[in-house]
Nanobody, 121 residues
Framework: QVRLVESGGGSVQAGGSLRLSCVAS????????MGWFRQEPGKEREWVAR???????AYAESVKGRFTISRDNAKNTLYLQMNSLKPEDSGTYYC???????????????WGQGTQVTVSS
């Protein structure tokens, strides 16, 4: 089974930057596409960004132009570079993975434990 471990969260002031990492292990066929989600207490989980096996990316409108998702397949690591952070970007960020071609339809089958991001104004 796929195991995902996030790191890189923390507390920053508005306008600052953070880079999240997600180290993946397990069957590569089950992590062909990967993505980032976030969730604040009491709210539904929100999709942030996704990346396909060959690097095609997509972003939520709320983060477009500020966040960049990337992956290093040799290191089995997914990244999320977050710039110009806003207080509304706060939340627990989760890494997720699925079979290639399924993530756009919500086909994530593996999830990490999450890393906390807090942006203060």
């Amino acid at each position: 089974q796929v195991r995902l471990v996030e790191s890189g969260g923390g507390s920053v002031q508005a306008g600052g930057s953070l880079r999240l990492s997600c180290v993946a292990s397990g069957p590569t066929v089950s992590r062909g596409c990967m993505g980032w989600f976030r969730q604040e207490p009491g709210k539904e989980r929100e999709w942030v960004a996704r990346i396909g096996l060959i690097g095609i990316t997509a972003y939520a409108e709320s983060v477009k132009g500020r966040f960049t998702i990337s992956r290093d397949n040799a290191k089995n690591t997914l990244y999320l570079q977050m710039n110009s952070l806003k207080p509304e970007d706060s939340g627990t960020y989760y890494c997720a993975a699925g079979v290639a071609g399924t993530c756009a339809a919500g086909g994530y089958t593996s999830w990490g434990q999450g890393t906390q991001v807090t942006v203060s104004s």
